[in-house]
C-alpha cells in the first residue's frame, strides 16, 4: 500500500552521525536538497534538462535568433526588443557570430556583449554562437573563457566561413565544427550546454547528404547537446531529414530552423547566403507581388503557420526555432497564430529575474530599484553572492557606483528631442516640474499637447499596479510630492491575481504600502511633524543629496515589504526596504535628476537651474505602512502634511 | 530641521567601491548591521549590558540564585524549577560552586553541568561561581575553558574557603578573589562578564570594614564588572556599604543579595556559613515560632519585601539578587508582591529560545520538537550554524542520535509509578492505547480515576495553545489518530496575542493547520486515498519506523508554517514542517513507545508487546493545511477517512 512517490530518503541517524563529535554541517553533505525554494524550476536548469522537460510535459515551445546590431542606437532598440519579445515566453534566444563585427569584444554592438546583455539584463536564456574557423586556439579559449564569466551557459559550435575564397585545412587547427565541439568538451568538461548546426539538405560544401549527415553525428557523438537547423521551405524536408538522423544513431533533439518569409530583398540575401534554392511554388506567389512588402510578409506568416502546424502535428516537433532578422511583427504574428506566444502575467518573483547563473538564487532586493532593475543588475554585478531568504543576512554588500548613465543598456529608448517635448522645452519653476510628474501619472498630455511616458526614474510607462493608487498619486504630485516608486498594501491575495500575483499557483501574496518621493525641506519639515502621530505604524528614511538621514527604523534592518506563502514552501519575500542600499539609491536618484533631465537644458539656463535646485535642495523620502491589514495609512499622513502646510 | 534621530551612515558610493572590480561582499565589512532581525534585544547583548540598558530605562529586575543538587533526582527537579522560575524572568541565575561536588565535572550533578542546563536547555543568562583557592592554575584555566565552550559567558569570581583551618597563602597560588579577575582578564580578555562578592559589613576575615572596601575595590579595578552582595537584614546595612564603595570610586553595579527567611534551621546554618549576626529584633520575632514553618516564612517574606521596597525607593537599586535555596515559594512569593514577577505571555519566539551564544541567531526550526525543545537542543548541540531566516538555507545538518532517553535534562519528571498510573498498569489492546491518548486531551481522569497529564512525547499538560483544538483532537484519539503534535491555523492575530501571538508588538502571526499523529497501516490507507482529493492543498509526510517514506511534498523543500510580520523586521518564520528533519525526528518519535512506555512493562508482558505492535505496525503522519486563510481542512480531512473507514 505504501509505494506511491516513495522518496528514498531513509535517514538512519547512526549512520549520518558518528559519535555526535563531529559538526553536524559537515557530515551531512550528502543531502542534496536545493538551498533555496524553486519557485521556477526552469531557473535551476541548464538548457538541455529545460528541453527535456518540455518535451516530456508536452508543452511545445520557441526560441527566437537575432544578430548583432551595426550602431549603438540600434543596440538599445534590440535590448527592448528583447524585453519585448521575452514576454512572449521563449525557451532561448541565441545571437549570432560576426567574425567581421569584432564579435568577442566588449564594443556594445559586439555578440559577445549582445549576449550578455540577454542574459543578464533581461534575464533570457542565451545560447551564443561562436565560430572556429581562422581563429587560434587561445582566442577561442579567451572567448569561451569570458563567455563563461559573463554568465553564458550555452554555445552554437559553428565553422563559420573561412576568410578567402580559398579553403585550406590546417593542420591541427579548427577546420570543422566538431573540431570546435571537442575543444570546448576538452577546455570546459560539462559547463557549457553545446548546439550544432544541422542541413536539412545537407550541407553546401558537403561531399553528399550522406556525408553531411556523417558530419553531423561526428558533432552529436564529439559532446553536442542539440541540433538547431538551417532553414527549409517544406515541412517534408525536415521531417526525412529527422529520420535520417535518426537512423544514423542521432538522438538527441533536432530543432527546426523557422524562416518566417518577411521580404523579397532579405529572402533574396539569405538564399544566397545559405545557397539554398527556393521553390518554384513559392517564387510563383513571390515573384508578382514583389514591391508589396506587408502582401509579402502576410504570406510569409501564412506560409510559417501552416509549415509550423504540420510539424507539430507530426509529433516528432517539440519547439521552433525562429530566425528573426531582428524583426518582431512577423514572428511574433505566426507565434499568436500557433498559440505559442504566452503572454504570461504570471511571474516566478516580483522583480525580473536575471539569468546568471550566480543569480539563480537570487530572491531578494531592495524596492529602490524596482523600475530600474538593469540599473540594479549593473551595480550588484560583482557581488559574489546574492541575497536569498532574508536580505539581512548577506553581509550588506556595496553597490557599483553608477557613472555610466549611458551604457546602451542602461539608457532611455527615448531620444533627447522626445525627452525634451515630455519634460518640456522650457521650465519656469518647480511646478513646471510638477506637472511633469502629474502628467506621467495621468497619462494626459502635457500643455504642450504630449504624453509623458517615461520619466528619469522610470523609462515605461506607469505599473498596472501603480494604476491602483493613480488618484492618490495625480492629487499629492500637484503639490509637490514628487512620486518615483509606490505600492499599495495587499493583504493575502491569491498569487495567481493578474495585477498583483507572482509565485506558484495556491499561494497568498502580501505587500505592505510604500511610498517614494521627493520633496522640499518645506514639505519635509511638516511630513516629520505628522509622523510623530505615527511613529509606531510608519517607518521612514529621508534623505538629502548631501547624506544628511532622518530615520525611524531599528538597527539598519530592512523592511520585507512584499512577500509570498506558497505550499509546501519557505516563506519568500523578494522585496525589502533596505536603510543600507537606500542610501546607495540616493545617489542614483538625485543623479538622475542631472544626468537626464538638467543636461538636456544648456549650462546655466532658467531649465537647468530649476532642476539644479531641486536636486540640491529636495528630499528623497520613503515611507512604509507596516499594518498591511489595515487600510494604507500613508495617504492621510500626506494629507494631514498639506493640511499643517496650509 | 533635519537634526532628529540621525544616523551616520552616509553611502559615499565613491568612498566604498575602488574601480567597482572589488568583490561587493568583501568591500563592507565596514558596516555594522547585526545579520538577522533582532526579535529580542535580550539575546544579543552581554549580562552587563543588559543590567546598564535596564537601568537606563529605569527597569527594575531580580536574578536568583541555586547551589546544585545532590543526586541526580534533584537534578530533575531543579532543572523543572528553572522553567517554572524562569518564566517569572529573573535577568539571570546563578549557579554555586561546589568545591566538594567535584564542581568542574560532567557528574549531572556539578556546578558546570547545571549552568551548562540552565543556559542551553533552559534559555536563562548563568552565572557560574568559581572559586579559586587550593587549585592550580591549570585548574583553574581548564574549568574556564570548559565554560566556555558550553556557552557560558558570565563568572561569579570568588577566593572560596581554604581546605583546611589554617589558611596559608601560597606564593604566585590563587590567593584571592582578584587573582581570579586578574587571571580572567588575562587569559579570556574580555571574553567573560566577571561578578565579584561584596560584604556590607565587611568580610569576616578582613581586617577592617575600610580594608575589605579596598579590597572590593582592587578586584573591580582588576576587571569585574559588578558586585553581589552578601546576605544582610536591614536595607540601611546595604545603602551604606553602596555610598561607601561609591565613595571609594566604585562605580559598577552593585546588587544587593536578598534572603527571606525561610525556616529556622536554614537560617540558622546560613548565619554560621556567612559568620553574621542575625539582628535582635528578628531574633525576637523567631524564636517563639521556630517550630512553625509556614509562620516563620510568612514573616521572611513580609521582611523581604519590606526591605526590596526600601532599597528600590532609595533610587540606588535597580536589580535584586534572590538566595532562593533552591526553593521556589518564599522568593516566588516575595517577587510577586514586590510585581517584579512578570509572568510576560510575550515570547520572542514561538518556542524556547536557547542561551548559548552560538545559538543566538537561531529562529528557525523543525515543529516536531515543539513539545521536547531540550531533546531538540542535545541533538543539535554540536552544530556549528543554526538555521536563521530560512531552514533550507542551511546545508541540512545531521541530528546527533538520541540514545540517552534517562539524561536528566530530559528525563519525564515523574516517577516511573506515576506513569503506570496514568498510562495504565496493564494494556488490554490498542483501544486502551487510544484511551490514554484521549484523556491526555480531554484532562479527564482515567478508568482509574488518574489524570494523564503527560505523554512520552510531550512532558507537560496540553498547550493553551492546542485546547483551541481539544474537541477535535479528543475525537479523532478515540478513534486510533494518536496525536501528538498539532497547531490551528492563524490567519493574521496581532503578534500581542496571548495564545498565538509572539515577537515585538506591533505585528502580525500567522500558522499553517498541522497535526501529527500515529495511525494504524488500516487509517493510512484509506487516508492515502482520502488525500488524492486535497492534493493542492494538503502536503504530507507519512513514514513507518522501518523508513518507508510516502509523501507530496515538492523536492524535500521545507513548508513554513508558522510566520510573523513586524514593523521595520524581515519576516520571521520560526517553525517549519523539514522533510529531511522528519525522519531524525521519526527514529526519536517511534523510540519513545519502547523507551518511555513499553518499557514500563516486564518483557513478554501483554501490555509491553501491545506497544510493540504499535511500534512496529503504525505509521507517523503529519499533515500541514496550506489555505491557512480558509477554515483549517485537516479535520474535514481525518473524517473523511473514517467515512471510508466504515
Known amino acids: 500500500m505504501v509505494n506511491e512517490t516513495q522518496q528514498s530518503c531513509s535517514a538512519s541517524s547512526s549512520s549520518r552521525s558518528d559519535g555526535g ?90 555578440s559577445m556583449i549582445i549576449a550578455n546583455t540577454a542574459v543578464n539584463y533581461c534575464g533570457l536564456e542565451t545560447i551564443l554562437h561562436m565560430t ?73 560544401e558537403a561531399e553528399s547528404y550522406e556525408a553531411d549527415l556523417r558530419h553531423l553525428k561526428e558533432k552529436v557523438f564529439a ?79 501564412e506560409l510559417a503557420v501552416s509549415m509550423c502546424r504540420e510539424l507539430l502535428d507530426s509529433g ?48 531578494v532586493r531592495p524596492i529602490f530599484w524596482a523600475s530600474r532593475p538593469k540599473s540594479y543588475i549593473y551595480r550588484t554585478q560583482e557581488w559574489d553572492d546574492f541575497p536569498n531568504g532574508r536580505w539581512g543576512n548577506s553581509s550588506s554588500p556595496a553597490f557599483g557606483e553608477l557613472k555610466d ?16 517635448k515630455m519634460w ?37 510607462p506607469l505599473a498596472t499596479e501603480t494604476n ?24 493575502g491575495k491569491p498569487s495567481t491575481d493578474p495585477i498583483v500575483g507572482w509565485g506558484p499557483s495556491g499561494g497568498y501574496v502580501f505587500q505592505k504600502a510604500y511610498l517614494e518621493f521627493f520633496a522640499s525641506s518645506e514639505i519635509v519639515t511638516a511630513l516629520l511633524k505628522v509622523l510623530k502621530k505615527y511613529e509606531l505604524r510608519v517607518n521612514y528614511h529621508i534623505v538629502n543629496v548631501k547624506g544628511q538621514n532622518i530615520t525611524n527604523a531599528p538597527d539598519l534592518q530592512p523592511n520585507a515589504v512584499t512577500w509570498g506563502i506558497f505550499p509546501g514552501r519557505e516563506i519568500i519575500q523578494p522585496t525589502v526596504v533596505d536603510p543600507v542600499s537606500f542610501l546607495y539609491w540616493k545617489d542614483e536618484a538625485f543623479a538622475l535628476w542631472i544626468e537626464q533631465w538638467a543636461k538636456l537644458y544648456e549650462e546655466e539656463s532658467p531649465s537647468r537651474m530649476i532642476i539644479q535646485y531641486i536636486h540640491d535642495n529636495y528630499y528623497l523620502v520613503n515611507l512604509v505602512d507596516n499594518d498591511f491589514p489595515l487600510e494604507n495609512c500613508l495617504w492621510q499622513v500626506v494629507d494631514d502634511t498639506f493640511e499643517l502646510l496650509n
Open 405 to 420: 548613465y549611458y551604457l546602451f543598456y542602461l539608457k532611455s529608448k527615448s531620444p533627447r528631442e522626445e525627452l525634451l
Open 21 to 110: 563529535s563531529s559538526s553536524g554541517s559537515e557530515s551531512s553533505k550528502d543531502n542534496s536538497r536545493c538551498s533555496t525554494p524553486v519557485l521556477d524550476a526552469d531557473r535551476h536548469e541548464r538548457l538541455r534538462e529545460k528541453m527535456r522537460r518540455r518535451q516530456e510535459a508536452g508543452d511545445k515551445w520557441f526560441s527566437l535568433e537575432f544578430f548583432p546590431p551595426r550602431t549603438a542606437n540600434a543596440a538599445v532598440n534590440l535590448i527592448s526588443r528583447f524585453d519585448r519579445m521575452g514576454a512572449g515566453g521563449p525557451l532561448f534566444i541565441d545571437v549570432t557570430w560576426h567574425p567581421a563585427g569584432d564579435p568577442g569584444s566588449d564594443k556594445e554592438t559586439s
Open 223 to 301: 559532446g553536442a547537446d542539440f541540433i538547431i537547423t538551417q532553414l527549409f521551405f517544406r515541412p517534408e524536408t525536415f521531417l526525412k531529414f529527422m529520420k535520417d538522423c535518426q537512423a544514423t544513431g542521432i538522438t538527441c533533439p533536432i530543432i527546426p530552423g523557422i524562416f518566417p518569409i518577411q521580404g523579397y530583398h532579405s529572402l533574396r540575401q539569405l538564399v544566397k547566403l545559405s545557397k539554398l534554392e527556393v521553390p518554384q511554388e513559392i517564387k510563383d506567389v513571390i515573384e508578382p507581388i514583389k514591391d508589396n512588402d506587408a502582401a509579402i510578409r502576410n504570406y510569409g506568416v
Open 316 to 363: 516528432m516537433v517539440h519547439g521552433l526555432h525562429f530566425y528573426t532578422l531582428n524583426r518582431e511583427v512577423a514572428t511574433t504574428e505566426v507565434l499568436k497564430r500557433l498559440g505559442l506566444w504566452s503572454e504570461d502575467p504570471r511571474r516566478p518573483l516580483p522583480w525580473a529575474v536575471s539569468a546568471h547563473p550566480k543569480r539563480r538564487v537570487e530572491d
Open 468 to 491: 491602483l493608487l493613480k488618484d492618490h498619486l495625480e492629487k499629492v504630485n500637484r503639490r509637490g510630492i514628487l512620486t518615483i516608486n509606490s505600492q499599495p498594501n495587499i493583504n
Open 424 to 460: 518640456g522645452e522650457e521650465l519656469t519653476g518647480e511646478e513646471s516640474v510638477f506637472e511633469v510628474f502629474t502628467c506621467y501619472i495621468t497619462g494626459e498630455p502635457n500643455r504642450n499637447g504630449h504624453r509623458v511616458t517615461c520619466m528619469p526614474w522610470n523609462d515605461d
Open 132 to 204: 572556429c574557423c581562422n581563429q587560434t586556439k587561445d582566442d577561442i579559449t579567451g572567448h569561451l573563457q569570458k563567455a563563461k564569466r559573463l554568465g553564458l551557459k550555452n554555445i552554437m559550435a559553428l565553422r563559420g566561413d573561412p576568410a578567402g575564397e580559398e579553403w585550406e585545412e590546417e593542420v591541427d587547427g579548427f577546420n570543422h565544427a566538431v573540431d570546435l565541439v571537442k575543444h570546448i568538451r576538452s577546455e570546459f568538461d560539462d559547463y557549457f550546454d553545446i548546439c550544432v548546426a544541422g542541413y536539412p539538405k545537407g550541407h553546401p
